[in-house]
């Protein structure tokens, strides 16, 4: 039974959600669910924007048949090929054969290679212009917001901006359409968060690029691929993504990272925690070892100091901080203080060769000396950890 959505007279939403993929693009886990968004402009043409993945193809093709009731789909506009947004994409063209498909040159290729695609197409350019009746499509290119073939479209007669990626997120949706029907910052500001960084993290200056041809437009409706859709506080919104893509902290604290065999890199993590806490710092800890990559990879990009403490392992870094900080560099984090704790029984070389990762990224500078543990912390590590936590509080205190 479709479960069609009407955002205003002319605007429906056909979208649906997935919450039983446990791995989102094979690798980020996603267990509050995703969504998979499509809409159809009814103007003197009817236009579809994207399709979906292939896990709820069949109530968006109902939605999309009960949505044109009847009518033929006269433009099918492609802003992404990913294929969680054109699983379906195929499927949607047999079914209409009358539709035009609208795409750049870069789209065409991929869905060429995708899907073996080369019916009828209306290649468009940067900054062109289609007329459906009383409204005209804009096309705005934004290249690598999320693969370099990714474009929005911009209804200047509405306001109304199809975004592609750029301002989705994470979860499903629970019935509330609209960023403004939910608590979006307690719901899902987190999985927004986790997106960006994990999605479109690696490419701040695309999305700087975005952002300033945004700014020019007068937008009152933002309909992106994944998550809520956007008719109110998008300033909001934006200045988020304006931060993140700038790679700026969201908060004046430290996020301590830690990873421990036996529990006493641990133990010293969590002295460290308490020792911040009794100065009034902001503090958040995770053990390496228990947290997916893909949720500690936000949270580093959220603080403003990062305290990384492993054991050494294998004469290396340990498993899931070698991972983490691989992911730290291939995501570009950038202009952190950062501080480094190390165990070893016999050699302990782990902050060092952390301090040769961090030193990779762009604008990292250790504050305080590296604290090395001899198997399991002792007074002198309490007197360090105590100096350690002092020079953060005060530096984000004066920072
Ligand atoms: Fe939601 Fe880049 O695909």
Redesign the pocket.
């Known amino acids: 039974m479709q479960t069609l959505k009407k955002i205003n007279d002319n605007l429906f939403y056909l979208g649906g959600n997935d919450r039983r993929l446990a791995l989102f693009e094979g690798a980020i886990p996603i267990p509050r669910g995703v969504s998979y968004n499509s809409y159809l402009l009814s103007d003197e043409k009817t236009v579809l924007f994207d399709t979906v993945d292939g896990a709820v193809e069949e109530l968006f093709l109902e939605n999309l048949a009960c949505a044109l009731g009847g009518r033929p789909l006269d433009y099918l506009v492609v802003h992404?090929v990913?294929p969680?947004?054109s699983q379906s994409f195929l499927r949607t063209v047999s079914l209409h054969p009358e539709t035009t498909v609208v795409a750049n040159a870069k789209s065409a290729a991929m869905l060429k290679n995708f899907y073996g695609f080369e019916g009828k197409l209306l290649l468009v350019k940067e900054g062109e212009e289609l007329s459906v009746g009383a409204r005209t499509l804009r096309f705005v290119f934004a290249p690598m917001v999320?693969?370099p073939e990714v474009m929005m479209t911009y209804i200047p007669e509405d306001g109304i901006l199809f975004s592609a990626?750029a301002f989705?997120t994470f979860g499903a949706l629970h019935g509330a359409l609209f960023a403004d029907e939910v608590a979006f910052e307690r719901d899902f500001l987190s999985d927004a968060r986790k997106y960006y960084f994990n999605?479109v993290g690696k490419y701040g200056l695309q999305v700087q690029s975005v952002l300033k041809k945004a700014a020019g437009l007068d937008i009152r409706l933002v309909c992106p691929?994944?998550g809520p859709v956007w008719r109110k506080d998008f300033s909001w919104c934006l200045a988020k993504y304006d931060l993140w893509s700038r790679y700026l902290p969201e908060e004046r604290g430290v996020a301590i990272f830690y990873g421990s065999v036996y529990g006493h890199t641990k133990n010293a993590a969590e002295m460290l925690a308490s020792m911040l806490a009794e100065r009034g710092t902001l503090t958040a800890v995770h053990d390496v070892s228990a947290t997916h990559v893909c949720d500690l990879l936000p949270e580093a990009f959220r603080y403003s100091h990062l305290v990384f403490a492993s054991s050494t392992y294998n004469n290396g870094i340990f498993m899931g901080m070698e991972h983490l900080l691989s992911d730290l560099k291939a995501h570009l984090l950038r202009d952190r203080k950062y501080a480094i704790v190390e165990n070893g029984s016999w050699a302990p070389q782990a902050g060092t060769l952390m301090q040769e990762e961090l030193l990779k990224m762009r604008n990292m500078s250790q504050i305080g000396e590296k604290i090395t543990i001899l198997s399991a912390p002792t007074e002198k590590t309490k007197t360090e950890l105590e100096n350690l936590a002092a020079l953060l509080a005060e530096d984000i205190k004066n920072s």
């Open positions: 992404h990913e969680d947004h999320h693969w990626d989705g999605i691929l994944h």
